[in-house]
């Protein structure tokens, strides 16, 4: 019995979702939307968000005219709607670790099939404007080339039989729910990376849950792992934010031992939404008081269930007073792991010291360390 469990692991080929798998389309229709529905004196709240996922272009419009009860038919709305759309498709963002993740395949010969709601004229144009992309997949497959879109498995059936694999020989990576319903019905494994925020409770069919394509880890479906983690640590392309140093939820994480100096989050809601959350590490720059190393976490803090997406960076070093109103410069260089929830506060803390020492010693490689003399930390 164990052993055909384990057999099961093992995958010899990728069915990738596109849009929020390893683009961040719904950026994009967002902001569209936004200024779209201000002519029919609606406000765009993101919340439809959760019900287009996943869908066919088709559903998408027939959600959106419903729910917010559009004067229009749903041809029309496609008709206004699409040239916007495809007027913005080159500002869509290729997502964390995508990049990563088919080069990787690619490099280790594991053959990828790019499975798609979208038509196929829409991910040809789409990739397009991601360079090498497109060569990274065996077969390219839209909803258009076969009977029924997902949550049916006609996609990724075919996509399975193009590739000549037998579909549980093959693994699916999914950002949203019909995606992950598709993948079972086709009788392959699922990975599911949800795009939304706190909603891993819908994705129970999906054989594994991971909260971004940062955490993928091949070698759990029988595919060569990655060869990129240093010393625990995962190399990002650095980011800067910076900004006063303001009070934060004053629960008092100092009498923890971990105080975090919060910037506005007004100031980087646009990096709060393209970081996915989890703990990171970089340098921290205080113009009068120098560069110190850093470790943070970017995300709801699960463990106190927060309503807002936050960054929390320790610095770690001992100050003798607060610097709140300071100028506090980040660059952000490396990932350490996912949120978690933990089961007391002693376990919490325990996990953020364990954090600390991952990026004190990371810090001190020469990828990392040459970021310290990056002016931005002192300018
Ligand atoms: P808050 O709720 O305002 O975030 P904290 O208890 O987390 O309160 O304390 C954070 C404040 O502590 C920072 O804004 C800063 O002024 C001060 N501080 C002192 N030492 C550090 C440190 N090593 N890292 C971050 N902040 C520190
Ligand atoms: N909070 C969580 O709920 N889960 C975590 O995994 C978590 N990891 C953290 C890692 C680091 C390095 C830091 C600085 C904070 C982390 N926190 C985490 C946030 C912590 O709950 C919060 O910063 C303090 O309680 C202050 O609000
Ligand atoms: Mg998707």
């Known amino acids: 019995m164990s052993m055909s469990n384990s057999l099961k692991k093992f995958s010899s080929c990728v069915l990738i979702d596109l849009d929020g798998t390893l683009i961040n389309t719904d950026g994009v229709v967002g902001d569209i939307l936004r200024k779209y529905l201000c002519k029919y004196g609606k406000q765009w709240d993101g919340r439809e968000s959760l019900k287009i996922v996943g869908k066919t272009p088709l559903e998408a419009a027939t959600t959106i005219v419903e729910d917010y009860g559009l004067p229009c038919a749903v041809d029309e709305f496609n008709s206004e709607f699409y040239p916007l759309f495809s007027a913005q498709m080159d500002k869509i963002k290729s997502l964390p670790g995508a990049n990563r993740l088919i080069r990787h395949l690619k490099g280790h010969g594991v053959p990828v099939a790019l499975a798609s709601n979208s038509s196929r004229a829409n991910i040809e144009t789409k990739i397009s404007y991601h360079e090498g992309w497109k060569e990274c997949f065996s077969v390219i497959i839209g909803s258009d080339e076969v009977p029924k879109g997902k949550p049916s498995p006609d996609i990724f059936l075919e996509a399975a039989k193009r590739l000549n ?15 992950v319903m598709a993948g079972k019905a086709a009788g392959t494994k699922v990975v599911a990376v949800p795009s939304l925020p706190k909603q891993t409770h819908l994705y129970t069919s999906a054989d594994e849950v991971i909260n971004s394509l940062l955490d993928m880890k091949p070698e759990n479906w029988g595919l060569p792992p990655f060869q990129d983690w240093i010393e625990n640590t995962l190399p990002i392309d650095p980011w800067r934010i910076g900004g006063p140093v303001i ?6 994480s100092k009498v923890l031992g971990i105080p975090t100096a919060n910037l506005s989050t007004k100031d980087y809601a646009e990096e709060l939404v393209e970081h996915p959350s989890g703990v990171y590490f970089g340098w921290a720059g205080l113009p009068t008081r120098g560069v110190f190393k850093m470790v943070m976490s970017i995300g709801w803090n699960p463990y106190f269930n927060n309503t807002e997406k936050t960054i929390e960076p320790w610095l770690l070093h001992d100050f ?21 929830n933990f089961p007391s506060l002693e376990s919490l803390i325990a996990k953020i010291h364990e954090d600390k020492e991952v990026a004190e010693i990371a810090l001190d490689l020469p990828s990392y360390a040459k970021f310290k003399d990056d002016p931005y930390l002192t300018k």
Not at 320 to 340: K, M, N, Q, S
């Open 165 to 179: 694999k037998d579909p549980a020989d093959c693994l699916v990576i999914e950002d949203s729910v019909p995606g």
């Open 247 to 252: 009070k934060g939820f004053g629960r008092g």
């Open 320 to 340: 003798t007073e607060d610097f709140y109103g300071e100028e506090l410069r980040l660059i952000i260089v490396g990932y350490i792991r996912p949120e978690a």
